[in-house]
């Protein structure tokens, strides 16, 4: 046990030298989406009801929106965070077989940078529901469904906050990562195992154009460089943090 903490973490992977490259792209091609999907990209379909539904206090028909430019961030943030809360239940699935506090701080982090994608994920989604509904919450099934995946993830951080002793602190929070990736496919087929008359469903039904799926690719590519930078910045600063602490260590003995 003495020998693992004096042992100083790394200082830095080869990852690092590309995280430069990836703001500017995520930078630039996200610009050039958001430029696409306003300027010359037309309005994607709106959510399709049979004749009308009422949600909330509003009376909802098919109808087709200059709101429905959000769909285009809408989704790739969604499955960004998709992507980092697969990382996080694969770090820590790494982490219990192994108990290398790495594997901790690489699904924390994981964890860290799905969080805000997700809270842009239901930001651009309540701008929808607004814009499109009529009203800011209705509690359809994908909805809901991505609500409590909020609600595990900051649990996931609340809980790291609470147990001081560093080896049950990372085992719990294993075991509540991989319960919120566990959520991601139930997202994901919730409006097909329970179909819903308002969430729109644009890929299975070929709602979208080539030009749109090109401005959706775009945007995703560009999330997906911004998730990539944003992942190595925050683990970089934590492993610097865990470097110094080690460090003390050293001198204290």
Known sequence: MQDRKKKLPESGQWPDKLVPAAILA????????????????????GAS????????DSMVTSKMLLSQKIFYFHMPVALVSFCALAFGAYYSVRFLASRDQRW??????????????????M????MWTRFEWGVWWTWEPRLTTYLVLMLIIIAYLVLR???????????????????????????????????????PVVLREGGMTGEMGACLALCLVGMLCVG??????????????????????????
């Open 228 to 253: 990539f930078a944003l992942y190595r910045m925050r683990f970089g600063q934590r492993r610097l943090e865990q470097r110094v602490e080690a460090a003390l260590e050293q001198l204290e003995d």
């Open 104 to 121: 901790d701080t690489c699904a924390c982090t994981a964890l860290e940078i799905s969080l805000v994608f997700v809270v842009m994920t």
């Open 161 to 199: 906050n609470m147990v001081d002793e560093p080896e049950r602190r990372a085992a719990f929070s294993a075991v509540v990562s991989i319960i919120a990736f566990v959520d991601v496919p139930i997202c994901l087929m919730v409006t097909r195992l329970i179909p819903s008359s308002v969430h």
């Open 123 to 126: 930001a651009t989604g309540e």
């Open 26 to 45: 995520g930078l630039v091609l996200t610009t050039l989406g958001f430029l696409d999907a306003f300027f010359l990209v037309p309005p994607v379909p």
């Open 49 to 56: 009801v049979d004749g009308a539904a009422l949600i909330g």
